[in-house]
Each structure stands twice: as C-alpha cells, then as structure tokens.
C-alpha cells in the first residue's frame, strides 16, 4: 500500500469533526515528505482542511454546510498526546463545571506538567497553566480538585459555604484507592491545600491519609482561607482561619 493509500484509507476511517496531526497517523519517519505530499491532495479536494500549521480536520457535512470542529474536539488535540491524556482544563472554566462559580472565561486554563499549552483556533483560546505532578488519566480529576483548594480565595463570585459543601460531596464520592491518590497528589501542592484538604477529609469522617497530611505541614504556620467556622467546624486541628 503506498503512503497516499495509507493516509487516505486512516482518514476514511475518522469520524466527521475529527481533527488530527502528522502524529496520530501511521506514519514512518522515511514517509514525511510522500505524506506531506499526500495532505495536500486531500485539501485540495476538499476532504480535509487545515485548522492550523500541522494541523488538520475532517469536516462536517449538513443541509446547512460544513461545521468546524467544536470546542471540545479542539481541546482533546492538546490534552492528549498519542492517546495518552498529558494535561487538563483548570481556572474558572473548571471551577464553573464544578458549580464554584457562574462566570464563564473567555480564555481557558490547561495545565500540564512539561508542556506550555497555547490555543487560538477558531472559538477557542487556551492560555498554560502549572501542574504540580504529570497527569494522566488515573489523576487528572483529581488534579481539579486540589487545585480549587489552591485557588479557593480566588475563584470569582464564590460562595464558600456551598463551596466547601460541594467540594465535600466529591471527596465523599471518591474509593480509598482514590483518596490514597489525591492525598499523594496533594503532598505535591502548596502547604495551605494539604491543611485544607485535610481539614475537608477529616470532616467528612474520612481518616485515610490524615496523618501523612498533618506530619507534612509546619505546625506553627497558620492558613488564610477566610472561613467560618460553621463552614468547617475543624478547621482549627489544620491551623486554617
């Protein structure tokens, strides 16, 4: 089968919307240039366009003409790297998902280990942001929560009351497999997220990981958050005010 062959027949095989770089192709090294070559037809033929420099989608047919790959079609390109997730969405797009606050962004937060993440395709527009430890798919989910615990003062219109109750209520819904992960996770993350994270396990009568948390923090060092303590009654065994 020669290399146009090969390319024609993976894209055949991707869905309507689906966007893809040289990469996600079975390409090998010797067959650039006859592939690059081969991209370039299916453009000009119109079964393909490009969304940007190496970059590339199948589009959409409808009674109302070609659809551009949407918002989350766009994201997965970056977020993941040879199948494998590499980094997540977090700031105030996430924070909206998980009910912390109403504002929408017009600019979202990707955070990933080894890489800086810039996005300004179509209506997307991605700035980078830091994650503490290498994502993937066994973490990143979790990776979202302990970054609300860090960002906590600075979510916009936030209600902490309700705040903490939903943040509670994810880390109820968690197994002792996940917990033992977050709480590794979170040993990566600034002292003020493990005294909150801990004060939040230990309200919700979760004792798993409480000691490592407590034994990895300056018992002398107090922790800003601006909570009442009928938000979380604890929250002096963590030192936080």
Same mark, same amino acid.
């Given at each position: ?56 989608? %199948?589009?959409? /047919?409808? @009674?109302?003409?070609?659809? +551009?790959?949407?918002?989350?079609? $766009? &994201?997965?390109?970056? #977020?993941? !790297? ?67 615990? %860090?960002?906590? /003062?600075? @979510?916009?219109?936030?209600? +902490?009351?309700?705040?903490?109750? $939903? &943040?509670?209520?994810? #880390?109820? !819904? ?68």
């Amino acid at each position: 089968m020669s290399t146009t062959q090969n390319i024609q027949k993976q894209i055949g095989k991707l869905a309507d919307g689906t966007m893809f770089k040289y990469e996600q192709l079975a390409i090998a090294p010797e067959e650039f240039s006859a592939a690059a070559k081969a991209i370039e037809r299916l453009i000009a033929k119109d079964i393909i366009k490009r969304a940007s420099t190496g970059i590339f989608y %199948k589009p959409q /047919k409808t @009674i109302f003409g070609e659809l +551009k790959p949407n918002e989350q079609e $766009i &994201l997965k390109l970056y #977020l993941f !790297e040879k199948g494998k997730r590499i980094a997540y969405i977090t700031g105030t797009s996430l924070y909206n998902r998980l009910g912390l606050t109403t504002q929408i962004p017009n600019n979202i937060k990707i955070a990933s280990r080894n890489k800086r993440i810039t996005i300004s395709m179509g209506n997307v527009n991605a700035s980078p942001a830091k994650s503490y430890v290498d994502v993937n798919d066994k973490n990143f989910y979790l990776l979202e929560l302990l970054d609300a615990l %860090k960002d906590f /003062k600075k @979510i916009p219109d936030l209600d +902490k009351n309700s705040a903490i109750k $939903i &943040l509670s209520q994810k #880390l109820k !819904e968690l197994n002792l497999t996940e917990i033992k992960l977050l709480i590794k996770c979170g040993l990566a993350y600034p002292p003020r997220v493990r005294a909150f994270l801990g004060a939040l396990l230990e309200n919700i009568k979760t004792e798993t990981g409480l000691t490592v948390l407590k034994t990895s923090l300056n018992p002398v060092s107090e922790y800003d958050y601006g909570i009442d303590k009928k938000q979380l009654p604890n929250m002096k065994n963590w030192n936080i005010k």
